[in-house]
């Protein structure tokens, strides 16, 4: 859901009060299989002077559609063998925020790269909903040494602000600003097969259902 992007990349925000503090922490941002939507995050990024941009995708052609269509400097495979080698090579400086909605393997290293003062916003952990992969910290001292924060959330806390978000996503749309993918399954008897590939990754983009 775009929203979950639109009010989640606000939790990625330092809390701590100091310029020094929050111009570091705006210069490396990561987006765990982000492969459409991308509103908030650019905001986030075109108010960050030279913001360093990473997404992470399954498959080449979807890492290609982040970096060519939705602008990201760098989209990482998680599918690939190399997965953990290309994910270092893409953040040499470390993160300072990073929005999870996959969890499994990604978190972990994610949580590995953490900054002084990283944020964590965790809106899914899609990778551990049917047991295939734990979503941990390898080591809860990370969060003391680096003074990060992990914060989830729930897209319905912030309903006052829905009136909000979707005249700003409109108009994002209506200028072409605001890209996106689907996959259209046809027919409720469609349902249960979209649903466990959306699971398993085999979608590109929002995953749908058309009923009419």
Known sequence: MVANRYFGAD??????????????????????????????QSALIDEAAGALAVGIAGGAVKCRFAIDELGFDACVDHRSETFAADFKAALPNGIDGYFENVGGKSFTLASRRLNDFARVAICGLIASYEGAETSSLDDLRILLVKRAKIEGFIVSDHLPLWPQALGELAGAVATGKLKWRETVADGIQAAPAAFFGMLRGKNFGKQLVKLI
Not at 13 to 39: K, S, W, Y
């Open 11 to 40: 939790l990625q925000h330092p809390t701590v009060a100091d310029p020094e503090i929050d111009r570091l922490f705006t210069e490396r941002l990561v987006l765990g299989a982000d492969r459409g939507f991308r509103r908030r």
